[in-house]
Each structure stands twice: as structure tokens, then as C-alpha cells.
């Protein structure tokens, strides 16, 4: 078992910045690729940002790419989202997940989730 806990969003202004942080606990945290996904209300989960094991490769979106980062302290068991020039639309509940294999930005290759974190932002 993995337990995973998100921290770190808010309310944010348009333009704005946020850094999300997801602690793992559990089995050994550098074992498995990370993910961040979102979901807004009324709409399906989609996927933000994964890292592999290392950190040595990225994948993002097209909504978010240019305009997040994602990486990882395997020391720490932690994986972080910096999101800069925040949009309205980038409102949503944001989880972050591990996988043990498969695609990166698909959710059926993640294992474990956590609870989500609220990213508000106002325009």
C-alpha cells in the first residue's frame, strides 16, 4: 500500500501561482512512475503531469504544458506541481497518484490516489 496526501492549494488570482505537494507513505516511493491529474466540476478526471521513477523524464498536457512543472525528491517521498500563470480554467480538485506501470496519462495505470486538493482561481 501507498497512502498518498496532497497539500498546498487555494484560492489564486489569474496569474497567479500555486505549488502543490503530494507526500507518499508507505512502499518504496522510488519504485513507482507519479502522476498528477485534476478534475473540474461537471467534468471527467483529466491527466495534468506525470514524472517517472527517477525524475528524469516529464509528461504534460497540452492545457498545462509551458505552465507547470512537475518533479520529485524521492530523499523526501514527495512529488510537487508548480503551476504558474494560473488560469480560471485550471479550477479544479487536483489528486496526485502512483503507478506501478502502464502509460503515464492514463488513470487506469495508476495504483493509488489521494484525496485531492482544491485549486481555485479567480479571474
Known amino acids: 500500500q501507498v497512502q498518498l496526501v496532497e497539500s498546498g492549494g487555494g484560492l489564486v488570482q489569474a496569474g497567479g501561482s500555486l505549488r502543490l505537494s503530494c507526500a507518499a507513505s508507505?512502499?518504496?516511493?522510488?519504485?513507482?512512475?507519479m502522476g498528477w491529474f485534476r478534475q473540474a466540476p461537471g467534468k471527467e478526471r483529466e491527466f495534468v503531469a506525470g514524472?517517472?521513477?527517477?525524475?528524469?523524464?516529464?509528461y504534460y498536457s497540452e492545457s498545462v504544458k509551458g505552465r507547470f512543472t512537475i518533479s520529485r525528491d524521492n530523499a523526501k517521498n514527495t512529488v510537487y506541481l508548480r503551476m504558474n500563470s494560473l488560469k480560471p480554467e485550471d479550477t479544479a480538485v487536483y489528486f496526485c497518484?502512483?503507478?506501478?506501470?502502464?502509460?503515464?496519462?492514463?488513470?487506469?495505470?495508476?495504483?493509488?490516489w489521494g484525496q485531492g486538493t482544491q485549486v481555485t482561481v479567480s479571474s
Open positions: 508507505g512502499r518504496t516511493f522510488s519504485n513507482y512512475v
Open positions: 514524472i517517472t521513477w527517477s525524475g528524469s523524464r516529464t
Open positions: 497518484a502512483a503507478s506501478s506501470g502502464g502509460s503515464v496519462d492514463r488513470e487506469l495505470s495508476y495504483d493509488y
